[in-house]
């Protein structure tokens, strides 16, 4: 395995991962120094899952240049790093890359986002270390800003001391110490592909996550005593085929508008960080749809405290899976909500809300284009038990949300 000290405290970095039908087909770097082009960084890029992990290639570019590979094959695992150049100390240069340790305890190089279908991903560090199986060293958090359009991840690494959070990629043997700045998740030990990491910043920011794998998730970590409320983790295992994304969880605070989340590759674990403190006075609500074709099917939900797990095993689904969470507080607002959805060219969608009194308040439904990443395709503001008529094409696949 390779090894090595860390990043340099160089920056900021740059860099570009798209992906493409037959695998990874490009990763473009860009390291840019603010004193100019005095001295350059290395570039170096592995395949993880070669016996020997050699580097595939490696560049010494000035500060501000790019550079791009490509590889063949499908389900390559892509692992790359930045550091700076070791005869130029004075400007901060670690000098090594990051290690790489597939499976065993020890150091790991992590977070790297692998599949077809990659979304937008804020805030989540590229690259994460551990020295010792227990010992949680500080070190440069890398964030992420997202291009939504563009297929792939803008990753913008700037190591700086404002940016300093105990970030790690766990071994199954690990258990979680004080760390109110972290949201972590990990794979079992003989799958280790894929992991994410979302770093909170300034206490406990709401904040909601996924965590992708090609092979069989683990267990999540247990709940985090004392600190930040730690996630709330829903498992669904479902068949091969299936991506994911996520969304953060101020978004659903409004009970009139609890945006839903596709899911749509492989075998994943959603974790929701709560917005309940740690004794679980609030209670939030994970609701997960099953949205095989155009019939939504009655999905099942779970009130469930900060720190809890919920494992739903979504069997036999053809298609795709939304969920989203939301307050117990709002449940009088609109609660076990009925519906039916007609596969026609006009689609009539009833709605039923239990509400009290005659409409004090309106619910918002909102219709989505699952085609077009839940871009909505419509809005209305109804009273329970109001009906209202959408019209569809007849390939369209849409969801909806009270």
């Known amino acids: ?29 860009n390291a840019t120094n603010a004193a100019g082009c005095t001295w350059t960084d290395s570039i170096a890029v592995f395949v993880a899952d070669t016996a020997d992990q050699a580097a595939l290639a490696q560049w010494h570019p000035c500060s501000g240049t790019s550079v791009a590979f490509t590889i063949d094959g499908p389900n390559a695992d892509i692992a790359w790093w930045l550091f700076g150049d070791p005869d130029a100390p004075a400007a901060g240069a670690a000098g090594s890359p990051v290690s790489w ?67 790690l990629w766990l071994s199954p043997n690990d258990t979680l110490q004080a760390a109110d700045t972290l949201v972590v998740h990990w794979s079992a030990p003989d799958t280790i592909r894929v992991g994410m990491v979302v770093l909170t910043e300034e206490g406990c920011r709401d904040t909601a996550h996924a965590i992708l794998s090609a092979d069989p998730i683990g267990p999540p970590l247990p709940d985090s005593a004392g600190v930040c409320d730690f996630p709330t983790a829903l498992g669904l295992d479902l068949p091969e085929g299936y991506g994911w994304t996520w969304m953060p969880a101020d978004q659903v605070v409004d009970p009139a508008a609890p945006d839903p989340v596709v899911l749509a590759s492989g075998p994943y674990v959603a974790v929701i960080q709560s917005q309940a403190v740690p004794q679980c006075s ?59 959805f007609d596969p026609d060219s006009t689609t009539t969608l009833v709605v039923v809300a239990e509400a009290e009194g005659l409409c004090p308040a309106r619910d918002t439904v909102r219709v989505f284009d699952l085609a077009l990443h839940l871009t909505w395709h419509d809005q209305y503001l109804i009273c329970p038990g109001d009906t209202i008529t959408i019209g569809v094409s007849t390939d369209d696949t849409l969801a909806w949300s009270i």
């Open 282 to 340: 609030l209670r939030d609500t994970v609701v997960a749809y099953r949205l095989p074709e155009v019939q939504i099917q009655a999905p099942p939900d779970t009130a469930l405290c900060a720190g809890a797990v919920a494992l739903e095993a979504l069997t036999n689904v053809p298609a795709l899976v939304a969920w989203y969470v939301w307050p117990d507080t709002v449940q009088a607002v609109a609660t076990g909500p009925a519906w039916t």
């Open 1 to 29: 395995a390779l090894s090595g000290a860390g990043w340099s405290s160089g920056g900021p970095f740059t860099a570009l991962l798209t992906t493409a039908d037959a695998g990874w087909h490009g990763l473009s770097a």
């Open 101 to 167: 340790d597939y499976g065993a305890p020890g150091t790991y190089l992590a977070v790297l986002m692998f599949g077809d279908s990659l979304h937008c991903l804020d805030p989540v560090p590229l690259l994460v270390q551990l020295d010792e199986p227990g010992v949680w060293p500080a070190i440069d958090a890398a964030l992420v800003a997202c291009d939504s359009v563009a297929t792939g991840l803008f990753v913008n690494a700037t190591l700086t001391d404002q940016h300093i959070a105990q970030l």
